[in-house]
């Protein structure tokens, strides 16, 4: 499987993934870090990759994205953005709403 197919494949299979430097306990990143702690603060579960584990990730995902940082959030396969996007979605009560309807929309599939 090519990467591409890895990443779309991850994106699909997880309703909430944080492609991210490091792992939300040990981010490398104080962006990383904000990121995933605005989303830990949220209390749903999540996915995340950390990027620094897999450099063809790293370098395919800004292209496939048209993202050039990380972090970067996806949800319900729909990237939402990087730590300011999240972190004023968040400021706006838009992020909670969000995060918490993709982990119930998967939790209680229709």
Do not use: Y
């Not at 040990?26 to 995340?48: D, H, Q, T, W």
């Not at 970067?72 to 939402?80: D, H, I, K, R, Y």
Request: charged residues 20%; contains cysteine.
């Amino acid at each position: 499987m090519d990467i591409e197919a890895v990443i779309r494949q991850q994106i699909a299979e997880n309703p909430i993934i944080l492609f991210m430097k490091g792992t939300p306990e040990f981010p490398s990143c104080g962006f990383s870090a904000r990121a995933s702690e605005v989303l830990m603060g949220i209390g749903e579960k999540f996915a995340f990759v950390n990027i620094l584990e897999n450099p063809e990730i790293r370098s395919t995902l800004p292209r496939m994205a048209n993202w050039p940082t990380f972090p970067q959030l996806w949800v319900n396969g729909e990237l939402v953005g990087g730590c300011d996007i999240m972190m004023e979605m968040a400021q706006k009560g838009e992020l909670e709403p969000l995060v918490k309807g993709a982990a119930a929309a998967h939790r209680n599939p229709v």
